[in-house]
């Protein structure tokens, strides 16, 4: 099973700051199936990321995703108000389909 | 746009069983994969379970492999979740999400969840 470790585990940041969010794995996998979701309070997770770098439909461009191998990022340039939230990796090349633990996003 | 529709979370005592359901509104049912996601409480995602387009090919977390079926009804879009010998570590709330595109797990639509409890 392809572990995968988020770091930080909570970043306090004010509205208008860069995120930078790191997804490590326990082992090499295609870059082609990394994703990021973000999920607010009492809501189901959103989609953002796809194939390590591709916005999923409706994402706006502030949202970016890099990386490969076994180290992947996603970085928010200017945070909105709205993108407070917990966000999760996830890899889906082997099964079973193994999400990271999570980074919280909050207001500093 | 795709919805899914979750129900069939209840209270149920460890060792028994629970049948989960998820209606979609589309009109290509058939045309997409479907996966059972779960939260414990204050905890983060689990993968479940997985069911292809035809129903042909599922897959299991090893958590759940031998006392869960996943399976689905194309003419009714739906897919259920049937979970037999319901542990304490089942607690938890159960999402049924749409697959992103054919032969990938990623998860582009999400219903809004249905909570399991087992508990005595």
């Known amino acids: 099973e392809i572990v995968l470790t988020q770091s930080p585990g909570t970043l306090s940041l004010s509205p208008g700051e860069r995120a930078t969010l790191t997804c490590r794995a326990s082992q090499i996998f295609s870059s082609s199936y990394l994703a990021w979701y973000q999920q607010k309070p009492g809501q189901a997770p959103r989609l953002l990321i796809y194939?390590?770098?591709n916005r999923a439909t409706g994402i706006p461009d502030r949202f970016s995703g890099s990386g490969s191998g076994t180290d992947f990022t996603l970085t928010i340039s200017r945070l909105e108000p709205e993108d407070f939230a917990v966000y999760y990796c996830?890899?889906?090349?082997?099964?079973?389909?193994?999400f990271g633990p999570g980074t919280k996003v909050e207001i500093k | 746009e795709v919805q899914l529709v979750e129900s069939g979370g209840d209270l149920v005592q460890p060792g028994g069983s629970l049948r989960l359901s998820c209606a979609a509104s589309v009109s290509t049912f058939s045309d997409y994969s479907m996966n059972w996601v779960r939260q414990a409480p204050g905890k983060g995602l689990e993968w479940v379970s997985y069911i292809s387009g035809s129903g042909a090919t599922v897959y299991y977390a090893d958590s759940v492999k031998g006392r869960f079926t996943i399976s689905r009804d194309n003419v009714k879009n739906a897919v259920y979740l049937q979970m037999n010998s319901l542990r304490d570590e089942d607690t938890a709330v159960y999402y049924c999400a749409k697959g992103r595109s054919s032969g990938r797990f990623d998860f582009d639509c999400w219903g809004q969840g249905t909570l399991v409890t087992v508990s005595s």
């Open positions: 194939g390590a770098s």
């Open positions: 996830q890899q889906y090349d082997y099964s079973p389909f193994t």
